[in-house]
């Protein structure tokens, strides 16, 4: 399946990514005191979960449409 997306969107998902790996290492980070780790890694997993989801429904739900071309992150056949 081939996905056309712009870098915005590009750069959105990867964030979101982020946000999500930021609060999954915070749970597991043993060194960072107990109580306010849990409440800031919890925030950041369900942000980072829950923003995820609409995303990859906007970019997966498109349709290609040979009328707009928008540039994507392929590089151009050389001639």
Known sequence: ???NMTVPELMLIAA???VLGIGIGLL???RIAGS???AV???LLAVGAL???PLAMEVFGKKSS???RRPTM???PVR
Do not use: C, D, Q, W
């Open 41 to 43: 890694g919890l925030t």
């Open 51 to 53: 923003s995820t989801i």
């Open 28 to 30: 597991l980070a043993p």
């Open 16 to 18: 979101t990514r982020g």
């Open 36 to 38: 306010p780790r849990k």
């Open 66 to 68: 040979t009328s707009e």
């Open 1 to 3: 399946m081939r996905v």
């Open 74 to 76: 392929e590089p151009s």
